[in-house]
């Protein structure tokens, strides 16, 4: 039996249909990956599957509960991290774990070995008020705070936004250790380099999903030649690729560009055309698209 | 010449806790010049500073030549600031947010008309103008924020996280926004967590525990970590530190 069953749901506000006829299901202890901009009903699609809004259309099911009819016996099942305002700003950083512990009738030190790990990092600051927490801080309190109740399904929407780059590495080796406790995960990110550490994953926008399969089934959706390309001058270098004839699209990625061109162009031509307006040092490398790519250009074709 | 930002041991405690400890650097005019380290390191607490919106327990700091303790007026006239959470009003609409702001800096009722149409415009707004801005997509709203704070022509523009959560396209559109204001002369001051976005940089700072480990140009701190990706400087400078 899946873990998450998504079955043809559908959400407006208003005219805004914030999720379109969305199905896709999640296999226990599956860490799975809802990759989207924002506006793109990611976390509509969170609500929805842990019972804090209802469907306008079709059903949900997580560990075989529906998400309507048994939303009681759902909640303590579930654990789920909000993107934002979670956290009781008024409160400590001990006393809104130890409060989110209360709600579900366990205490810290029960289950304190789920959240040590991180909590270890906020252990010095435990006194501190929620609210004078650095962002990242926050999100770190945010996660030990939908851990503390040992749930079988967590749902983390953006847990990460925020965090830094140190951190977010041991937060996503943090979801491993505990995908091997064969807790099932649903998490959204906005950073593409962390969807390759998820099983699968659904590219979303506007309410719809673009594409679902592994991180590296996802890479391949990406057919056309892509070059990597550097020069001295990186903004000139940007201007002037945007304006060449043979360029489709041309991104910054860290200290080189992304280049697509038009059907029969070569590296030759590329650099032919960057010499004649005197750009120094240039390099033009072919290279395999990453995620970040794709999703880009799914984000523009659909 | 002259310099858009100079610091001279600049501190700040909360009680004992000491959150920006002694931090030493300058800016030039017209430099995009990013602000990185871990979370906790003390960033948005020297922005503030910086701001004249907080006040350092000790040291000095300089913006466009006024004086972070005495000249905070001075300096609010010169400077743009994009805040880590939200810079706008969200239940104010897209024009009424940039007539607003362009109000605090004394802009008349023509210059206020023009700019509005001209951030419109460029930002491709029309259909949302009059549009709460709450409804719109992080994205935009980033955008948004940004030209608001550029709305007085400030010398130097302060933006803590503004790519935060954004997704890749917006978030690159975001840059070619900096790197256009900084072609303009607009010195940029920014922080991200994003390690691509710091090779976007003239050059990077890193803070780790309310100090600066490093600064340098990107390809002059990968030379000396020895390490091909600005993510690779952070991870060595930040590694084995009490991350927060
Ligand atoms: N008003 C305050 N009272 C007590 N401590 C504070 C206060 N403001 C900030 N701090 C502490 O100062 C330290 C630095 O916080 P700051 O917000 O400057 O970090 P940051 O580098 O911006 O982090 P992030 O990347 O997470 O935004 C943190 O430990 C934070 O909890
Ligand atoms: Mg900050």
């Known amino acids: 039996m899946d873990a998450i069953v998504i079955d043809n749901v559908s959400k407006a506000y208003g005219s805004t249909k914030a999720v379109q006829t969305v199905s896709l299901s999640v296999k226990p202890g599956e860490l799975f990956g809802l990759i989207g901009p924002d506006g793109a009903g990611k976390t509509t699609l969170f609500k929805i599957l842990v019972t804090l809004l209802r469907p306008d259309e079709g059903r949900a099911t997580v560990v075989g509960r529906d998400v309507v009819k048994d939303f009681r016996a759902l909640r303590s099942l579930v654990g789920y991290m909000p993107g934002r305002f979670s956290l009781y700003p008024d409160l400590t950083v001990e006393e809104n774990l130890s409060f989110f512990a209360t709600v579900f009738g366990t205490s810290i030190q029960a289950n304190y070995d789920l959240i040590r790990e991180i909590y270890v990092q906020l252990e010095p600051f435990k006194d501190r008020r929620a609210g004078a927490l650095s962002g990242g801080m926050k999100q770190k309190l945010a996660l030990c705070c939908a851990l503390i109740h040992k749930p079988e399904v967590l749902f983390l929407d953006e847990p990460t936004t925020g965090v830094d780059a140190v951190s977010r590495k041991e937060f996503w080796e943090m979801l491993q250790r505990l995908k091997e406790r064969q807790l099932t995960m649903l998490v959204s990110t906005p950073y593409m380099d962390e969807a390759n550490r998820c099983d699968r994953i659904a590219l979303m926008q506007t309410g719809q999903i673009l594409a679902i399969d592994t991180p590296s089934g996802v890479e391949h959706l990406f057919r056309k030649p892509l070059y990597a390309v550097k020069a001295a001058e990186t903004f000139r270098l940007i201007q002037d690729l945007r304006k060449a004839p043979f360029t489709q699209t041309c991104y910054a990625f860290g200290e080189y560009l992304h280049l697509t061109t038009e059907e029969g162009t070569t590296p030759a031509d590329i650099d032919r055309y960057l010499r004649e307006r005197r750009h120094e040092h240039v390099t033009i490398k072919p290279i395999q698209a990453g995620i970040e790519d794709s999703f880009m250009a799914l984000m523009q074709h659909g | ?244």
């Open chain 2, 1 to 244: 010449m002259d310099k858009a930002v100079i610091t001279n041991k600049l501190t700040k405690k909360f009680g004992d806790f000491v959150a920006t400890n002694e931090i030493t650097f300058d800016v030039a005019q017209g430099e995009i010049f990013g602000f990185l380290g871990a979370n906790g390191a003390g960033k948005t607490t020297a922005i503030r500073m910086l701001c004249g919106l907080l006040k350092p327990t000790s040291g000095d700091a300089r913006i466009a030549g006024f004086d972070v303790y005495r000249q905070t007026e001075q300096i609010k006239q010169v400077i743009g600031y994009m805040s880590q959470k939200f810079s706008l009003y969200e239940d104010l609409t897209v024009r009424e947010n940039i007539r607003f702001y362009g109000g605090i800096y004394g802009l008349n009722r023509a210059d206020l008309k023009a700019k509005s149409d001209q951030i419109i415009e460029q930002l491709n707004l029309g259909s949302v103008a009059d549009k709460l801005v709450a409804s719109l997509p992080l994205g935009w709203k980033q955008r948004l924020a940004f030209s608001v704070a550029l709305v007085h022509n400030p010398r130097i523009v302060f933006l803590d996280e503004p790519t935060g959560g954004v997704d890749p396209i917006t978030r690159r559109q975001f840059w070619d926004m900096i790197y256009e204001a900084a072609d303009r002369g607009t010195t940029i001051f920014v922080t991200t967590h994003y390690m691509d976005e710091a090779e976007y940089c003239n050059r990077v700072s890193i803070m780790v525990d309310g100090r600066i480990k490093a600064l340098d140009t990107p390809s002059g701190l990968k030379r000396s970590f020895g390490t091909d990706s600005m993510d690779g400087v952070f991870q060595i400078l930040a590694r084995g530190t009490s991350t927060k």
